[in-house]
């Protein structure tokens, strides 16, 4: 039997920024070893909550703590408080109430909310996109030494891809920083960590390439599955938002459904659910509509 399990339960379709998320197969003395997923990401990663939560393996409990604002790794390791709900949140503290098999982090490109005292780059000024990888790389060595410290396995989440249509980094002519979400540099940066310690740390793509195409190119659209009735047109559904937004998925959460399997197939090792069981769940819990 599945439950979901949450601090903030009322917060699980809000399709906004960071959150850290569990899922931890149930078991007795006499069955499986105990797994557990812990994600803690932005807001594609929230996006993607309910659909995590719902469609996760059988057998599997759930808790959400999310975040509204984008949150970078900077945020999450050094620790800040939620300028929401006014509720301090660190990795090293969802760490130690997890006790997670595997973490996974979804971080699309957000320079962060705590500024260069936390090791973020400083939003309110340009900043090019080897300054955001600078700020990123030393807080997730140091996130995914405290997960490997207790036995984590550590996925780097490669992000969905940018919108081509949606210009890259400091606009001069408006004041304005448009940002690196979803560049394909941020992609190869996450492979190039997962190197630094192979025998505990991994890439994975297999979320953002089913955004996406295989490649990780850029699609607004994909081939509809049978969970996508409400919104398949012609033969294609939106999965991602398009338009002026750099990164985020759809708002009727049929790229949701397609990030998390992803997500979780990577993360369990396990094979993609088979597409009719998919439906049924997305039909219970209301995804894709």
Known sequence: MRKAVGRRTL???LAVAGLAILLSSCSDSHGPRTRSLLVVGDSVATQSAQALIHLAPAGTTVT?????????????????????????????KALDEV????????????PGLSGTAAGCVDANRPYDLAQLLASYEPALVEMADKATSVGAT?????????????????????????????SPDIATFYESMAKKDPRHWRYSDKAAAAVSSASLFWMLTLPCEAWDAQHCIDG?????????????????GCGAIRFALGLEEGAFDTALPDPK??????????GCR
């Open 11 to 13: 917060l699980l379709c």
């Open 64 to 92: 959400v703590d999310t975040v509204r604002p984008g949150t970078a790794p900077c945020d999450w390791n050094h620790g800040f408080t939620d300028p929401t709900a006014h509720k301090y949140q660190e990795f090293a």
């Open 99 to 110: 006790h997670p098999e595997v973490v996974a982090f979804v971080f699309t490109g957000n």
């Open 154 to 182: 550590v996925y780097f989440e490669a992000p969905p891809p940018r919108n081509p249509a949606v210009p890259v980094g400091y606009d001069s002519q408006n004041d304005e920083n448009r940002g690196f979400n979803g």
């Open 236 to 252: 294609q559904v939106p999965v991602r938002t398009g338009g002026t937004d750099a990164v985020h998925l759809d708002e009727h």
């Open 277 to 286: 069981s998919v439906a049924a769940a997305v039909s219970q819990y209301g």
